[in-house]
């Protein structure tokens, strides 16, 4: 089992910066690939960012390339997502997930937090 619990959500004006966090804790860990996730209620769930196991491999969404940026620190169990230049569409609820499948389908997500909601005001 493992646990995940995000933190760093709330309102920003666009242009502004966010960094969520999710710490994680339970068995294996470092064995998971990980990733984040957003949705609203108008959309289904959306791949945003994931990054491997030893903080590797990291894939950012088209949405989002080049103004968000995943990275993990296994010595922690935390992992991260800066958000920098941030629009009123990105405004959701964001998600950490764990799988063991290097994914971007959440289907295959082992492993849910319970969100941060994210509110950017123009």
């Known amino acids: 089992q493992v646990q995940l619990v995000e933190s760093g959500g709330g309102r920003a004006l666009a242009g502004g910066s966010l960094t969520l966090s999710c710490a994680a804790s339970?068995?294996?860990?470092?064995?998971?690939?990980m990733s984040w996730f957003r949705q609203t209620p108008e959309k289904e769930r959306e791949f945003v960012a994931r990054?491997?196991?030893?903080?590797?491999?990291?894939w950012i969404s088209d949405s989002v390339r080049g103004r968000f940026t995943i990275s993990r620190d296994n010595a922690k169990n935390i992992v991260y997502l800066q958000m920098n230049n941030l629009k009123p569409e990105d405004t959701a609820v964001y998600y950490c997930?764990?799988?063991?499948?290097?994914?971007?389908?959440?289907?295959?997500?082992?492993?849910w937090g319970r969100g941060t909601q994210v509110t950017v005001a123009s």
């Open positions: 997930a764990a799988t063991q499948s290097l994914s971007t389908d959440a289907v295959r997500y082992d492993y």
């Open positions: 339970g068995s294996y860990v470092r064995s998971y690939h």
């Open positions: 990054i491997g196991r030893s903080g590797g491999t990291p």
